[in-house]
């Protein structure tokens, strides 16, 4: 057994662990796999145990490597992770199938005029900026319920749920505890929350949707 598929399991079976231990009822909870700047080659051992959720930061590169792998394996689902650019819309619906940092109304109405074009639905996430960081995308969370609102009764999105970065140097529990509160209050179904360094925090928070990379596909390549 390759031993990303190894990490993998491993993993998984501590998930399920905490979830026990913790008596939650989320039995729902995915694991996408990072894949920025990892080539196929370390990829491919994950696809061929069955694993489906992958994700990438960067459109351009996210079509590279996905577009004839998608071809062969259909029922991968793709994650946009990374912050999209209003003019890489168009190239990201057609390589993705869920887009985690919708950010702001300009991005959302691009997001519509695309699916429509594209006769495409996508499953798309609210990036909350929880910490309220200057220097980091996302919706204030006292704007969350009004920016939700018009994504999905304005412009028809379909916005299954919240994503966050925790501020670096504060505590993550406090984070994804307050964007599951958030999630309650917009009435969605997904959070998107945990990395490497906190996925078991976020398990423990209620996150449905984990995003680990170097955990899983080791050390991360300079790009």
């Known amino acids: 057994m390759h031993n990303v598929v190894e990490r993998l399991i491993a993993i998984q079976s501590e998930i399920k662990e905490l979830l026990i231990k913790n008596n939650s009822k989320n039995r729902d909870l995915n694991i996408i796999i990072v894949c920025k700047t990892f080539s196929m080659d370390k990829i491919l051992p994950l696809i061929d145990a069955g694993h489906v959720h992958f994700g990438e930061n960067k459109v351009q590169e996210a079509e590279l490597k996905w577009k004839e792998v998608k071809k062969k394996h259909s029922n991968i689902k793709l994650h946009m992770v990374g912050k999209l650019q209003t003019n890489k819309v168009k190239t990201a619906l057609n390589i993705f199938d869920y887009i985690h940092s919708v950010d702001n109304y300009k991005l959302g109405e691009k ?72 999630r309650n209050q917009a009435d969605l179904c997904h959070l998107s929350m945990g990395m490497s360094s906190d996925y078991q925090t976020a398990t423990k928070c209620g996150s449905t949707f984990l995003r680990i990379g170097s955990k899983i596909l080791g050390e991360r390549n300079s790009n």
């Not at 929880?130 to 220097?135: I, K, L, T």
């Not at 749920?161 to 505890?177: A, Q």
């Open 111 to 182: 997001i519509i005029k695309y699916e429509k074009d594209l006769n495409k639905k996508i499953k798309t996430f609210v990036q909350v900026n929880v910490g309220e960081e200057s220097q980091k995308s996302g919706i204030s969370p006292k704007s969350v319920n009004q920016f939700v609102s018009y994504c999905k009764n304005s412009l028809c999105l379909n916005i299954i749920g919240l994503m966050c970065l925790p501020p670096i140097n504060d505590n993550p529990e406090k984070c994804f505890l307050h964007l599951n509160k958030l």
